[in-house]
């Protein structure tokens, strides 16, 4: 399937096993959880149409840690904006902003939203994902 060979892809860039960006070390023996990246796509619905929906594209090997929380009064109400930081190995695949994160630390499990995507030292060897948690799971 494309997501398998999209993974096979993936995991064949090679033996980079740390790298230091500024005051931060990014060690492949770090990235301890299981991501997977999921594309909206349009599916056959059994019915001769078709549906958009989320589907997994691929699981990697990464890091995800929190980086900042706020809250704002909005619509006349409190909303809470949580912030992460997602560590992968680099793949070209991978910088596409259209995609979400399942996160699954908690339960019921949760997706992050791109908010943006980098190249950290401009190697191809890690990057970062900035990312914000989806108000609702859809």
Do not use: C
């Amino acid at each position: 399937t494309a997501g398998e060979s999209d993974s096979q892809a993936i995991s064949s860039l090679g033996p980079v096993m740390a790298i230091s960006v500024g005051t931060r070390n990014y060690n492949a023996s770090d990235l301890d959880r299981r991501v997977t990246f999921q594309k909206f796509v349009r599916v056959p619905d059994g019915g001769g149409g078709f549906i958009q929906t989320w589907v997994d594209f691929v699981t990697v090997w990464g890091k995800i840690r929190p980086i900042k929380s706020s809250e704002a009064w909005k619509y006349g109400q409190v909303t809470t904006a949580t912030r992460y930081e997602v560590v992968v190995r680099f793949a070209p695949e991978l910088l596409d902003t259209s995609m979400r994160i399942v996160y699954d630390a908690y339960s019921p499990i949760q997706f992050l939203r791109y908010t943006s995507a980098i190249n950290i030292d401009e190697k191809r060897h890690f990057m970062s994902i900035a990312a914000e948690l989806e108000p609702s799971a859809t």
